[in-house]
């Protein structure tokens, strides 16, 4: 088992990391990531995913955060049908006391996204794609109960990077989720 040791006092203590294994499911827009942040706006493209994930997360020290890493496998549906393999790597910080109650972690995530055919929103949206393409996510999660679920919402974005990929591409969607920490 990975484990993370703390110095307390004249022991070390020794804080294991979590594994989790959850689902997610969204849908595909055709706006660009800064549209995002417009409401009422939203492009909803016929193109939905559901898949599962595994995760691995580990305290940083004594502190309110944490680093991690997870895999996802993303069945789309809709407009197309294809498979998505997603690996990034993950910040979290879990505030003590937050302004919504059941808040438990706001997230980050960034690695890659592949995919088995280039993605037809992606091309509709912004002229042609690529299979592999940078990922990202922006997260919150919410506590649910005391079994170690959460529900989380999350904003699943696909891109060039600003042009470290070629060609100039991506896609965005909104996600819900559900996982189980053990």
């Given at each position: 088992?990975?484990?993370?040791?703390?110095?307390?006092?004249?022991?070390?203590?020794?804080?294991?990391?979590?594994?989790?294994?959850?689902?997610?499911?969204?849908?595909?827009?055709?706006?660009?990531?800064?549209?995002?942040?417009?409401?009422?706006?939203?492009?909803?493209?016929?193109?939905?995913?559901?898949?599962?994930?595994?995760?691995?997360?580990?305290?940083?020290?004594?502190?309110?955060?944490?680093?991690?890493?997870?895999?996802?496998?993303?069945?789309?549906?809709?407009?197309?049908?294809?498979?998505?393999?997603?690996?990034?790597?993950t910040i979290r910080y879990r505030p003590e006391l937050s302004f919504?109650p059941a808040l438990e972690s706001l997230g980050l995530g960034l690695?890659?996204?592949?995919?088995?055919?280039?993605?037809?929103?992606?091309?509709?949206?912004?002229?042609?794609?690529?299979?592999?393409?940078?990922?990202?996510?922006?997260?919150?999660?919410?506590?649910?109960?005391?079994?170690?679920?959460?529900?989380?919402?999350?904003?699943?974005?696909?891109?060039?990077?600003?042009?470290?990929?070629?060609?100039?591409?991506?896609?965005?969607?909104?996600?819900?989720?559900?996982?189980?920490?053990?």
């Amino acid at each position: 088992m990975l484990c993370t040791e703390v110095a307390a006092g004249d022991h070390v203590e020794t804080r294991p990391g979590k594994w989790s294994v959850g689902m997610v499911a969204g849908n595909m827009t055709k706006n660009r990531a800064n549209d995002l942040l417009r409401p009422g706006e939203y492009d909803f493209a016929d193109n939905y995913f559901a898949g599962v994930l595994v995760a691995y997360d580990r305290q940083i020290g004594d502190s309110k955060w944490s680093l991690g890493a997870e895999f996802q496998l993303n069945l789309h549906f809709g407009n197309q049908q294809f498979l998505e393999f997603v690996l990034p790597a993950t910040i979290r910080y879990r505030p003590e006391l937050s302004f919504l109650p059941a808040l438990e972690s706001l997230g980050l995530g960034l690695g890659l996204s592949h995919t088995t055919e280039v993605p037809k929103v992606e091309v509709e949206v912004r002229g042609e794609s690529a299979r592999t393409l940078v990922y990202w996510l922006a997260e919150s999660a919410f506590s649910v109960g005391n079994s170690g679920d959460e529900l989380f919402l999350r904003i699943h974005h696909r891109s060039d990077a600003f042009g470290l990929l070629d060609p100039d591409s991506g896609s965005n969607a909104f996600a819900i989720g559900w996982r189980r920490s053990f």
